[in-house]
């Protein structure tokens, strides 16, 4: 199983971005796919998760301006960022757990190999 993410980049504040990621392999679903950031001198930190069923969870700090969404049959997550601020600046990573291959086998927390979002003037 491998994670491909893009859409990262440099934007100015209250700009937006719209980040993706795709999981390949042989998979036949996924049960949680998220978006976790890192800044520099901090802990990662989860922004948003969705569920199979697209139950969703949001960082306080985001809540309101930034939405996740995925695409079950492409194996792909999404997080559609607006009104980007100077703080929202960190590497951004996408996490899938809970995976079910067509060997029948379950494996867990995949991540990706990041992408840089910078939001300054």
């Known amino acids: 199983v491998q994670l491909q993410a893009c859409g990262g980049g440099l934007v100015q504040p209250g700009g937006c971005l719209r980040l993706?990621?795709?999981?390949?392999?042989?998979?036949?679903?996924?049960?949680?796919m998220g978006w976790y950031r890192q800044a520099p001198g901090k802990q990662r930190e989860l922004v948003a998760a969705i569920t199979s069923d697209d139950g969703t969870n949001y960082a306080d700090s985001v809540k309101g301006r930034f939405t996740i969404s995925r695409a079950n049959a492409k194996n792909t997550v999404y997080l559609q960022m607006n009104s980007l601020k100077p703080e929202d600046t960190a590497v951004y990573y996408c996490?899938?757990?809970?995976?079910?291959?067509?060997?029948?086998?379950?494996?867990?927390?995949?991540w990706g190999q990041g992408t840089q979002v910078t939001v300054s003037s």
């Open positions: 993706s990621c795709a999981a390949s392999g042989s998979i036949l679903s996924i049960n949680v």
């Open positions: 996490n899938v757990d809970g995976l079910h291959l067509t060997s029948g086998s379950w494996q867990y927390d995949y």
